[in-house]
Nanobody, 126 residues
Framework: QAQLVESGGDLVRPGDSLRLSCAPS????????MAWFRQAPGKAREFVAA???????RISNSESVKGRFSVSRDRNTLYLQMNNLQFADTAVYYC????????????????????WGQGTQVTVSS
């Protein structure tokens, strides 16, 4: 059974940077698409970024993310670089992945993903 393990979450101040990592354990067969979602208290899970095999990086169009976040992938490890963190970035960040090629078309939709990590907490506080 494939598992995804996130790391890198922390308590930071506004303006700080963090890099989250997501690494698979168990079955490490290649994933067609890997992504980051986040969920703040009382809010729905939100797409943040994805990396698509033979397609490259995709970042959410949300104004809350654009220009500050970037995503990269090294083999099956996914990274999320977050710069100039704001209070609104406080959330649990989840890694998701799927091996089906058709998951690439709907990379922004949480329902496209079979595998999920447990999440890593990012808290931005002064």
């Amino acid at each position: 059974q494939a598992q995804l393990v996130e790391s890198g979450g922390d308590l930071v101040r506004p303006g700080d940077s963090l890099r989250l990592s997501c690494a698979p354990s168990g079955d490490t067969s290649n994933y067609y698409v890997m992504a980051w979602f986040r969920q703040a208290p009382g809010k729905a899970r939100e797409f943040v970024a994805a990396f698509i095999s033979r397609g490259g990086a995709r970042i959410s169009n949300s104004e809350s993310v654009k220009g500050r976040f970037s995503v990269s992938r090294d083999r099956n490890t996914l990274y999320l670089q977050m710069n100039n963190l704001q209070f609104a970035d406080t959330a649990v960040y989840y890694c998701a992945a799927d091996r089906r090629s058709d998951a690439r078309a709907y990379y922004y939709n949480a329902a496209s993903y079979t595998y999920w990590g447990q999440g890593t907490q990012v808290t931005v506080s002064s």
